[in-house]
């Protein structure tokens, strides 16, 4: 059994930390995009997340040749009827940075109160071969509400530090340790469903 390589296509740093983090027991060594210097990037077209990861996925495995895996994700807000959702990491002008994507989304929310502030981030990760591209979808989810106020910590991103997850209150996703984090999140309980199939290319490798 050789020990499985498997690129992780995103060109986000916090996508990248965490599923070093996540598939860290997973049997495979991951690779990040700066890694096998790739630089290509996807336009993302479709109209829902997994097909969003699939496009993803399946590009960055035919450009690096590579086993390749690629999470589409985003932050649904029921007070916006499920908005920034698939456009989450364009919310609001393109020069806006991750602050100012929050700073954005609590001015929208600025008179809605506790009780309709739910939310939830979904992850969904694709995972495709150069020849046979998608081999496997799966998906995560994590219930919440959005804060009133940016609650940042030391590793937060996006919209890590206005997203309280259910059960944790008042600490926001960047005020919990990373372990509590990729143990709830969207991207922890979809990678949880991923490993397994990992676990089988790496014994049939
Ligand atoms: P890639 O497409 O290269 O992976 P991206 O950041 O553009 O990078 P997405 O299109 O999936 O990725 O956008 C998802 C956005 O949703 C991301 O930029 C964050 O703002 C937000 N997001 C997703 N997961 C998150 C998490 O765990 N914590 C905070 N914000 C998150």
Redesign the pocket.
């Known amino acids: 059994m050789k020990t499985l390589e498997v690129l992780i ?4 740093q ?2 990248v930390r ?1 599923f070093g983090e996540l598939l860290a027991d997973a049997a495979v060594r991951c690779l990040s ?1 700066n890694d096998v210097n790739l630089t290509v ?2 336009d ?1 077209t479709a109209d829902t ?1 997994e097909g ?2 699939v496009l ?1 996925a399946v590009a960055y495995a035919g450009a690096s040749g590579m086993l390749t895996l ?6 649904m807000v029921d007070a916006l009827d499920g908005a ?1 959702g ?1 456009y ?4 609001g002008d393109p020069g806006l940075d ?1 602050a100012g ?1 929050r700073f954005k989304l609590l001015n929208a929310l600025k008179d809605v109160p506790e009780e309709a502030r739910t939310a939830r ?1 979904i ?1 969904v990760i694709a995972l495709a071969r150069p020849q046979e591209g998608v081999i496997a979808t799966v998906e995560g989810t994590v219930e919440g509400c959005i804060a009133f106020a940016d609650q940042d910590g030391p590793v ?5 530090a206005i ?1 309280i997850p259910d059960g944790f209150a008042p600490r926001s ?2 005020e919990l340790s990373k372990g509590e ?1 990729n143990r709830i ?3 922890g309980v979809a990678a949880t469903k991923l490993i397994p199939i990992l676990r089988e290319l790496a014994e049939k490798s």
């Open positions: 296509g995103t060109h986000n916090g996508k965490e995009m990037k996807v993302e997340f969003n990861a993803k690629a999470d589409d994700s985003g932050l920034p698939l989450s990491a364009r919310y991750d994507r981030f992850a937060g991103f996006g919209y890590d997203f996703f960047a984090k999140s969207h991207r």
